[in-house]
């Protein structure tokens, strides 16, 4: 039996196409409606994220609607972080113990056209792109949106409006006008920007940096980092601060400088990038920020998600999984609430902002681990030592970026409490020699255990 409600998403982006095709799947009237061009006709990259990290969490939203297999078609495995030492030697961290644990690289493009393309075979879906919108009125139902081409104004009813427009959400601009209830809204930027390079495939098409990876050369304030991609080449990103810094993104004004910067600390990788002055200056620079807001929805008619109610940094490659888990956890509350928005809404919110505050702040933690401690020698030692208690006794221990990344069972909220405590824990009893090589694993994991719950006590009593 279908649904009545007419469903209009503004953002025909990863989140918003993923629950257009969910709503059309429960049998919702949907309108999805996006302000840039159709990315399937047009590259619309812009020098963005080409490439994501795509694990656990996204995985589960994929088998939600059915697509797990067309996506992981597309996806290159990435086993652990390849680091690159200042001397060009490289070794592999694992990210898990187990080898049926590793994230994927995976096209933004490509995904996004995948799951447009499932969502227009839905008949109660309709696709409507080079639409901008200007405001939205929650308690109306309607939303104004601009033609790029025709410059032509329209506004559109709907009984329910989600806003999955991004970061610069036009849904959330208009909440944040509303003053018939209380809004709160913070954005922090990092003082770091980004920019997209490229290391192209060899001339025989192969990859020239180990497939199966992803490359970091950690450079304490800056960082490279590079995934993999099918066509055989990587997706380089740089990391690094705008200014005060004597390499930074305001004084790297000439194709010198920068092939100057990239000797001393990328000569590994500067071997391989020979545009890189072209595609240096052509590309460009993007921010680094996190959004947090409340409420997410607006008088039982609007609701935020993904980047709209939490834009999150890229560093624990969970912005897009975080984003389709949005759409999973919504899909449950709607389930239990059906019939009732203003309650799925309120459900929706409670079971999922103490989430994705968590991962925004892991995000903002693990920015530091990687330009900074990745490859330091206790770092490297807790990563070993972590890697071997989950290989021995998996059911026992899991690092935190086990938790976060492949036990998608576990809230971020929750993931993020005990992985802290237990860094600590390990952190701890490595500086203080108390972990020592004549220890078996189960000893190891016994002292480990027991100072992760004593921090964990102190952490209660502290709050």
Known sequence: MKNKENILIIGAGLCGSLLALRMAQRGYQVQLIEKRPDLRKTD???????????????????KLVGLEKKVLDICIPMNGRMI????????????????HEYINSISRTDLNALLLDEAE????????FNQDCLSVNSEKGTATFKDYHSKE????????????????????????????????????????????????????????????ALHIWPRGEDMLIALPNLDGSFTVT????????????????????????????????????PNLGEEFFENPTGALGTVKCSPWYSHGKSLLMGDAAHAIVPFY???MNASFEDVVVFDEALEKHTGDWEETFKAYQKAR?????????????????????TAAPIFQQKRKLETALEQEFPAEYASKYRLVTFQEQIGYAEAMKRGRAQDKAMLRLISEEKITEDLTLAEKLKLVKEETKAILEEDTVAY
């Open 353 to 373: 902002k103490k989430d994705t505050d968590a991962i925004a702040d892991l995000a903002i933690d693990n920015f530091h681990e990687m330009k900074e401690h």
């Open 44 to 62: 619309i990259s812009a020098g963005r994220s080409i490439n994501l990290a795509f694990s656990n969490r996204g995985i589960k939203a994929m």
């Open 238 to 273: 740089l990391f690094l601060a705008y200014a005060d810094s004597d390499y930074c993104f305001n004084d790297l004004t000439t194709v010198e400088k920068v092939e100057e910067y990239f000797k001393i600390n990328f000569p590994d990788a500067l071997k391989l990038m």
């Open 121 to 128: 075979k839905m008949e109660n879906v309709t696709i409507t």
């Open 153 to 212: 104004e329209k506004t559109m009813n709907a009984d329910l409006i989600f806003g999955a427009d991004g970061a610069g959400s036009s849904l959330r601009k208009s909440m944040m006008e509303d003053r018939s209830f209380l809004f709160s809204y913070s954005q922090e930027y990092l003082q770091h920007g980004y920019k997209e390079l490229t290391i192209e495939a060899s001339e025989s098409g192969d990859f020239q940096l180990y497939k199966n």
């Open 317 to 319: 490659g969970q912005g």
């Open 84 to 99: 690159h030492d200042e001397q060009e030697n490289t070794f592999l961290s694992p990210y898990s113990g187990l080898e």
